[in-house]
């Protein structure tokens, strides 16, 4: 097959089949690359690549599936097709380049300059997508070929001009500024943090809200934590407290995203479906609002201040994610369901008891003898800590880094973690997970503040006479000097349901206590806020 033909690659377009995504992949790739050396004229060039475009985005999505999700090893079998779709994106964007570039003399698809500028923005920003999909470092000159894309559309003055696009789900069409700022949008958004399909969400919702945001000179009277862009740099979006000025630097305005973002609030708040704001078929409204309230302060405030600095910082951490492993590092022991069933009679000493008694001393002392028995228990019973070496911290989490072994960490799950020099064992929610390309797999875990101590938490029993057997849950308790100003719960994932009644037990006390809202749902737990109930409400 001559792939450098253009009448060839027509024909062989409508005898695509695409179920067979590997073999069909093949063929795309090659065609393109095909062209893109072959240099024909620029017309055809453009409409072999215009035909080709919606298998191209299906093929595509198919490979992506083999590693999306989860974070992708670089010594893995999938790394091979990361590579493969990397290089698709890539060599489009070249070949849009190439056509524009080939045209200049011949001025012949001078009415399609705005979409070729276009078309190359956007697929070079589905590179970077790519690289955030399968949570690995950014290669560097990624992004310098993208904000290459960017100033060669400026150039043309017809970078906000909009152009028909059937891939663009809602808008159907856009720009090549629109496409600039949804990757810029993406990368503010925690990609290395997001399941796959969240990170499907907020691609979607980036092009969705892109039209409300702009990009123009940089002017004085900014705060030092707004965003601004350098396009001569190899990053996205930094403080413009950290950049320079100069003819390549832009400021990055949200304003008008900010609204857009609270008037779907409110639209949410009148029970519309996500669906019918364009946020997608797939979207709850549950998850849909979640989310969103996690994209407004970097999409709607614009500003890239960090609640709690990290400081650079150097030793060892131990790490599990097992559930029953974390409650064993925490109280020294496994967990086992309690010998006394009965609720107590006296609220207030029970309570006082179970949220602000004093921990048993086998749990917080750290003398050797003890420590030692404990991980030698913890070797017997499987349950042993992996170590990760301490990158930087702040008050609110770690950044990690370790060459993986046998546990696999996922998005969003509770973990346990304790400094080599710290007294005790806390319980964190894992932030990210990226890969680098020396295989060392970089974390970063949000410290649920405070000391937590395991408890027994059971549903209430449907009949009378019944009883469910307790499970491990955490408890962490109001601590004026660490500023937990109210006792939680850690529980399983999927317990939390509003208003829902469970007993707690720690201890030989138990009482009853009804969830009050849910502070954080982890991919394995949920963060709970609770108010005990007096005995008569029982």
Same mark, same amino acid.
């Given at each position: ?8 690659? &027509? ?15 093949? /063929? ?10 072959? @240099? ?9 690549? =215009? ?11 198919? #490979? ?7 974070? @992708? ?12 779709? /990397? ?20 001025? !012949? ?38 904000? +290459?894309?960017?100033?060669?559309? +400026?150039?043309?003055? &017809?970078? *906000?001009? $909009? %152009? ?72 996205? #979006? ?6 320079? *000025?100069?003819?390549? %630097?832009? $400021?990055?305005?949200? =304003?008008? @995203? ?20 364009? #946020? ?37 951490? =131990? ?16 967990? +086992? ?15 006082? #008891? ?9 749990? !917080? ?17 499987? @349950? ?82 019944? $009883? =469910? ?14 500023? /937990? ?30 969830? !009050? ?11 709970? *806020?609770?108010?005990? &109930? ?5």
């Amino acid at each position: 097959m001559d792939y450098r033909n253009p009448a060839s690659c &027509l024909s062989l377009l409508q005898k695509l089949q695409t179920h067979k995504v590997d073999e069909c992949h093949t /063929v795309l790739s090659d065609m393109v690359a095909g062209l893109l050396e072959a @240099l024909p004229a620029p017309n055809q060039h453009l409409e072999v690549l =215009e035909a080709a475009r919606p298998a191209i985005a299906q093929i595509q999505a198919a #490979l992506s599936q083999h590693y999306a999700g989860h974070p @992708l090893p670089p010594d893995s079998e999938g790394n091979a097709n990361l590579l493969r779709v /990397v290089a698709l994106w890539r060599n489009l964007s070249r070949s849009y380049a190439q056509i524009a570039r080939h045209d200049a003399q011949m001025g !012949t698809l001078d009415d399609q300059r705005a979409l070729l500028g276009q078309r190359r923005v956007h697929y070079a920003a589905s590179i970077l997508i790519e690289y955030f999909r399968a949570h690995r470092a950014v290669p560097h000159g990624v992004w310098t070929e993208i904000h +290459e894309s960017f100033a060669a559309a +400026e150039q043309t003055r &017809l970078a *906000s001009a $909009r %152009v028909a696009d059937p891939l663009n789900a809602l808008w159907k069409a856009q720009s090549a500024m629109e496409a600039y700022v949804a990757i810029l949008l993406i990368d503010l958004a925690n990609p290395f943090g997001r399941t796959g399909q969240e990170l499907q969400l907020i691609c979607r919702w980036a092009q969705r809200f892109a039209p409300y945001c702009t990009l123009g000179p940089m002017m004085d009277g900014l705060k030092p934590t707004s965003y601004g862009l350098d396009l001569a740099s190899d990053h996205g #979006l930094r403080p413009v407290g950290l950049m320079s *000025s100069g003819n390549m %630097v832009r $400021r990055f305005d949200s =304003e008008k @995203l900010a609204g857009q973002i609270r008037a779907v609030f409110n639209q949410f708040k009148q029970g519309v479906s996500p669906a019918s704001l364009g #946020l997608g078929e797939e979207a709850t409204l549950d998850m849909s609002a979640r989310l969103l309230i996690s994209l407004y302060r970097p999409w709607g405030l614009s500003s890239a201040g960090r609640r709690f600095p990290r400081h650079g910082s150097r030793g060892e951490i =131990e790490l599990c994610g097992d559930w029953l492993a974390i409650g064993f590092h925490i109280q020294g022991r496994l967990f +086992e369901q309690p010998r006394s069933y009965g609720i107590a009679g006296s609220l207030k000493s029970d309570i006082s #008891l179970l949220t602000f008694g004093e921990r048993a001393p086998e749990a !917080t002392e750290r003398d050797g003898t003890t420590h030692r028995q404990r991980q030698l228990d913890a070797e017997r019973l499987g @349950l042993v800590c992996e170590r990760w070496s301490l990158l930087d911290q702040s008050v609110g989490g770690f950044r990690l880094r370790q060459r993986p072994h046998a546990e696999r960490l996922e998005h969003q799950q509770l973990v346990g973690i304790r400094p080599l020099d710290g007294e005790y064992f806390l319980v964190a929610q894992v932030s990210w997970l990226m890969y680098r390309d020396d295989g060392m797999l970089e974390a970063g875990t949000h410290v649920l503040r405070g000391i937590p101590e395991v408890v027994g938490a059971r549903p209430l029993a449907p009949h009378p006479g019944q $009883r =469910e057997l307790y499970q491990q849950a955490f408890l962490i308790p109001a601590h004026a000097k660490l500023k /937990v100003a109210d006792t939680t719960l850690v529980l399983p994932g999927g317990w939390y349901h509003p208003n829902r009644v469970i007993e707690v037990t720690a201890r030989g006390h138990t009482v009853q206590v009804r969830l !009050t809202g849910q502070l954080i749902k982890g991919a394995n737990f949920d963060h709970v *806020s609770f108010e005990t &109930l007096a005995p008569e409400a029982e």
